[in-house]
């Protein structure tokens, strides 16, 4: 059994494009991102310098027996607070035994790259944890990777009083066709949008930025 090693954000990135290209391409087969369809996803394996689908059933084992679970992607278009048009691909586990698993996939003719009928991918979010065993993973944050910033509410929600700013859990589930998105406004906008700033100052600074030449070497480079 091969040893698994951790991905580098770079890797990370392109298996992530990788992803959601993946999701976009068959899409189209379906009626394209206004139609929101829900693809079967395969896993992806590193070929050079990418990243390409491994031909299966789109069952995938967990470490516990008996055990599957499906991925699943949809496209989404939302528009930014600038204005600006934005793709987004969103996906989620589906979790069940492998028998129910297998009939599921019988039963709709389920292959890698189809669109799984009458339903559609919604984010839920909560000020309680989904997972007690590692609340943490649900946890939105601002940003990605190590540059991330919690996402908080403070004040009242749902009839209970938030003093303290509470982190704001959120998860992507699968859904019957009409179900919406449940949204939690985060109230630390001033802190997001001062880390935010301080990241592109960052990015931006003498020593991040490269040199046109040093552009043009670049792209000469396997």
């Known amino acids: 059994m091969a040893t698994q090693t951790q991905m580098t954000q770079a890797q990370r990135d392109a298996v992530n494009h990788a992803i959601d290209m993946y999701v976009l391409q068959n899409a189209k087969r379906f009626g394209g991102v206004k139609a929101r369809p829900v693809i079967l996803l395969p896993r992806f394996e590193e070929d050079g310098d990418e990243f390409v689908p491994v031909e299966n059933t789109g069952m995938r084992a967990t470490k516990k027996d008996g ?130 700033s301080a990241q592109w100052a960052n990015m931006n600074t003498k020593s991040n930025v490269k040199t046109t030449a040093e552009v043009k070497a670049g792209r000469g480079k396997k």
Do not use: W
Request: proline residues 6%; contains cysteine; hydrophobic residues 35%.
């Open 67 to 196: 055990l599957s679970y499906l991925r699943f992607g949809m496209p989404v278009v939302s528009i930014s607070s600038n204005g600006t048009p934005e793709v987004k691909v969103i996906k989620t586990n589906v979790f069940n035994d492998d028998a129910k698993l297998e009939l599921l996939v019988e039963a709709y003719d389920l292959t890698i790259g189809s669109c799984m009928p009458d339903s559609v991918l919604v984010i839920e979010e909560s000020l309680t944890p989904f997972s007690k065993s590692n609340p943490q993973q649900d946890m939105k944050y601002a940003g990605s990777g190590n540059d991330a910033l919690p996402c908080t509410f403070t004040g009242e929600h749902k009839g209970i009083t938030y003093d303290n700013p509470a982190p704001i859990y959120r998860r992507v589930k699968l859904a019957n066709i009409g179900a919406t998105n449940t949204l939690i406004q985060h109230t630390n906008v001033a802190d997001i949008q001062a880390f935010a």
